[in-house]
């Protein structure tokens, strides 16, 4: 295995003279990539990289995960159906019997499935117009710094003002509030919220739902504490507004429990899920919800590749292998805890220029006092043959989502990596 991370030989002119400039991850990781597998990557000189980014959380598995690779193989060797629609398909119901016996019944959570286009934002997409459909108002409730998507609907409940910008239209009908520990616990959780509610001269319309993720990922690792989430789902429950939790890209495993809003007890009333539920990288999202919210007419939402056979596959196997005991859950909480420790080093070393650490299970985030720092770290660790990508507002926090299969010295091997880039850019 090559390890020599020099300087990355210039990107083809086809990338330059043909791709839209919209391209972003490539400009920070300056080489052609060429296959992987596990927690690596390996580019097209042979040069190995440690992936601390899986697929922006979309291989939870690892990169061409052996078990979900020969499920894969196997159902395109029998001429599986690849592109179904809606129909129903042995595929599909594949995935609908493991995910209801793996995942709902074992969480006693009731919720219907709904398979909308096969992204995030999709789901988010349809998580919105159910939840305005069935109660009947168009506000939704979002939180400072939240990410939903970057279709019209998400954007306008999230709060990058950067990627809000980029719609070039109005984007209405959404209300922004202080997430957890936005405003430095300067007032009781939720106070100003329901003052808003209650006071008829507020000039708030009754909202239908309010979204919200438990850890924000694109918003720079913000964690919300177990009580703050239930004190949210109380809130809704009194005030008859849904409940909708955006598990896009911390579900799956990324915080420990399948779901990462498992340990607050809240029980949403919608839940995205998209990223890594096909498990191999393939998309595929769903929208879950109570039975009583199943308003839909038949084809009412629809979308054309909204059934991603060969990502049934893959997330059925996804599930077989892991989420029938709780050794994953118990893994990741495990590595999280490396991950904590290493960190928690690394600001000791610089104790002036690192702000602090964020995470739970294998989401974990660096925020810098510096807002450039953070960038210079992520180049230079890319040089060391580290893959980590910058969150927040300002692009401050490095934000490190390795696989949940990584081992404890690949682990150790990308944290150690981590500081050296960190002293190496003071």
Known sequence: MNRNHGDASPAPDVF?????????????????FDRAHGSYLYDEQGRAYLDFFAGAGSLNY???????????????????ITHGLDMSTAAKRAFLQAFQDAILRPRQLPYKVMFPGPTGTNAVEAALKLARKVKGRETVVSFTNAFHGMTLGALAVTGNAFKRAG??????????????GYLDDATPDF?????????????LDHPAAVIVETVQGEGGINVARPEWLRGLGELCRR????????DVQMGCGRTGAFFSFEESGVVPDIVTVSKSISGYGLPMALCLFTPELD??????HNGTFRGNNPAFVTATAALDAYWTDDQLEKQTLL????????????????????????????????PFHDTQRAARVAARAF????????????????????????????????????????????
Request: aromatic share 6%; with cysteine; glycine share 10%.
């Open 191 to 203: 106070a100003w919220f329901e003052r808003l509610l209650t006071d008829k001269g507020s000039g």
């Open 16 to 32: 330059e003279t043909l791709e839209s400039e919209v391209r972003s991850y490539c400009r920070g990781w300056p080489t052609v």
């Open 62 to 80: 690892g990169h061409n995960n052996p078990v979900l690779k020969s499920a894969l193989l196997d159902y395109l060797g029998r001429d599986g």
């Open 239 to 246: 005030h008859d507004m849904l409940l909708i939790v955006d």
């Open 383 to 426: 040089q060391l043959g580290l893959l980590v990508e910058t969150s927040g507002p300002d692009s401050e926090v490095i934000k490190l989502l390795p696989p949940l299969t990584v081992t404890p010295d690949e682990l150790d091997e990308g944290l150690r990596t981590l500081s050296r880039a960190v002293r190496e850019t003071a």
């Open 295 to 300: 308003a839909w007419e038949p084809g009412e």
């Open 335 to 366: 590595r999280g805890e490396q991950v904590s420790q290493e960190l928690a080093t690394i600001r000791a070393e610089h104790p002036d220029e690192v702000q602090g650490i964020r995470g739970r299970g294998l989401v974990w985030g660096l």
């Open 167 to 180: 719609a070039g239209v109005p984007l209405v009908h959404s209300t922004p509030l202080p997430y957890d």
